[in-house]
C-alpha cells in the first residue's frame, strides 16, 4: 500500500517569511495530492490540490509542487501570516477508473507556526 | 461550497451508553463517506469508507459491530458507537466527496467524544 512522509514535524517563521512542507509517498500509482489546513479543534480544510498531469499548482499565497520523478511534492506558503498556524496535512490515492472509492493516505502532519 | 456538518460537535456519555454521530453534506450530493478517528497530536486514521446505499467498508482493525455506519441518503451518514468505553474517546471526523469529484475528499468539523 502507499506510504506517505512528511517533514517537517514542526516549523516555526517569522511572520512575512516563506514556509516549505515536503512529502514523499511510496506507490508509482498515486497521482492525486490534496494538503489539508487543520486549525485546533476543528476538521480538516482542503487549501489546494494537484494532480499528477501538471507539476506546479499556485492559489495567492499557496503553491504546491510536484515532481513524480523523484516521488516527492511540496507545500510552499509565502508572506506567512499568524492565521496560516495550524496543523498541515499532506495526502495521497491513485485516481482509479470505474467505481472504486479514493482512500486518502495522509502524512503524518506538520505543525506551523508563524511568530509575529 | 462543498460544506460538509457533523452533529453533535461535541458529546459526553456514560460508559455502556451508545452514541449517534451525524454526518451531512450541505450543498452537494455525496455518493461515498468516509469516516476518520484522530488522537491527539496525531494523523487522521480512516475507520470506514460508505457508499450510498451500500454497506460500510471497514478498515482493519475497525470492529463493525462496534462502530456502525449508516449511509441512507446522498446527503447523510451516520456513525453510531455502541457500548461506549473510555478508551472510545476521540476525535471523530467525516468526509464526503461527490461522484463528479470522487477524488477529493470534503471534510466535517469533527465530533469529539468523551466517554465516562
Known amino acids: 500500500g502507499e506510504n506517505v512522509e512528511q517533514h517537517p514535524s514542526t516549523l516555526s517563521v517569522q511572520e512575512g517569511d516563506s514556509a516549505v512542507i515536503k512529502c514523499t509517498y511510496s506507490d508509482s500509482a498515486s497521482n492525486y495530492f490534496p494538503w489539508y489546513k487543520q486549525e485546533l479543534g476543528k476538521g480538516p480544510q482542503l487549501i489546494i490540490d494537484?494532480?499528477?498531469?501538471?507539476g506546479e499548482k499556485k492559489d495567492q499565497r499557496i503553491a504546491v509542487t510536484l515532481n513524480k520523478t523523484a516521488k516527492h511534492f511540496s507545500l510552499h506558503i509565502t508572506e506567512t501570516q499568524p492565521e496560516d498556524s495550524a496543523v498541515y496535512f499532506c495526502?495521497?490515492?491513485?485516481?482509479?477508473?470505474?467505481?472504486?472509492?479514493?482512500?486518502?493516505?495522509f502524512g503524518k502532519g506538520t505543525l506551523l507556526t508563524v511568530n509575529p | 461550497g462543498a460544506v460538509v456538518s457533523q452533529h453533535p460537535s461535541w458529546v459526553i456519555c456514560k460508559s455502556g451508553t451508545s452514541v449517534k454521530i451525524e454526518c451531512r453534506s450541505l450543498?452537494?450530493?455525496?455518493?461515498?463517506m468516509f469516516w476518520y478517528r484522530q488522537f491527539p497530536k496525531q494523523s487522521l486514521m480512516l475507520m470506514a469508507t460508505?457508499?450510498?446505499?451500500?454497506?460500510?467498508?471497514?478498515e482493519q482493525g475497525v470492529e463493525k459491530d462496534k462502530f456502525l455506519i449508516n449511509h441512507a441518503s446522498l446527503t447523510l451518514s451516520t456513525l453510531t458507537v455502541t457500548s461506549a468505553h473510555p478508551e472510545d474517546s476521540s476525535f471523530y471526523i467525516c468526509?464526503?466527496?461527490?461522484?463528479?469529484?470522487?477524488?477529493?475528499?470534503?471534510f466535517g468539523p469533527g465530533t469529539r467524544l468523551l466517554v465516562l
Open positions: 494537484i494532480r499528477s498531469n501538471v
Open positions: 450543498d452537494f450530493q455525496a455518493t461515498t
Open positions: 495526502a495521497a490515492t491513485p485516481l482509479l477508473s470505474g467505481g472504486s472509492n479514493y482512500k486518502l493516505t
Open positions: 460508505s457508499n450510498e446505499g451500500s454497506k460500510a467498508t471497514y
Open positions: 468526509s464526503a466527496s461527490s461522484w463528479g469529484l470522487r477524488e477529493t475528499q470534503y
